[in-house]
């Protein structure tokens, strides 16, 4: 009889394992195929408000998309990597009028498509992408895709070209 049990009681040891390794695999591959596939640009957002207008009205948004088929996109594939294709350049300056910093915003669209590549790394719903040797974080809200630069955002003066503003820049992703 104690030899039956001990023999159900491996079993049972072995049935644990083998589930809770089964569980863990189906996990990563849920998160990493939530992570798969073309994410379009919906926003740039940066950490502190500005008054980009010079009107008086400070906000934290730096750009909204225009569901366009050219918008900034992700393409992100199963194996730890992807391309990035960004559409538009901006360019932030400031001047210093009369004690208040003023800014000027101008901004070009890619006509040809420039592929970029990246690798990533995911773990849980966050993880790293390695582009261009610049390095940014991710977060994986649902089908929002949060990409973070560190020190993204930056404004020069228009007159001596020194940085007078830096901020870190956040893309917001939409899946498509």
């Not at 996990?27 to 010079?54: A, C, Q, Y």
């Not at 719903?125 to 040797?133: E, T, V």
């Amino acid at each position: 009889m104690s030899k039956a049990l001990s023999i159900i009681g491996a079993i049972f040891l072995i049935l644990s394992f083998t589930a809770c390794s089964t569980d863990n695999d189906d996990n990563l591959s849920n998160r990493s195929n939530n992570f798969e596939g073309v994410w379009r640009l919906s926003m740039k957002t940066i950490e502190t408000p500005i008054d980009f207008h010079n009107d008086g009205n400070l906000t934290d948004v730096v750009y909204i998309g225009t569901n366009s088929p050219y918008d900034t996109e992700i393409i992100i594939n199963n194996n730890n990597s992807g391309i990035i294709y960004f559409s538009d350049n901006f360019t932030y300056n400031t001047r210093d009028e009369n004690g208040t910093l003023v800014y000027m915003v101008a901004s070009s669209i890619n006509n040809e498509r420039v592929d970029i590549p990246f690798s990533y790394m995911l773990s849980n719903n966050s993880g790293i992408i390695n582009y261009n040797d610049i390095e940014a974080t991710f977060l994986l809200e649902g089908n929002t895709l949060f990409m973070t630069i560190d020190d993204g955002f930056v404004a020069k003066d228009i007159d001596t070209f020194e940085t007078t503003v830096v901020q870190d820049l956040t893309y917001v992703f939409k899946k498509q």
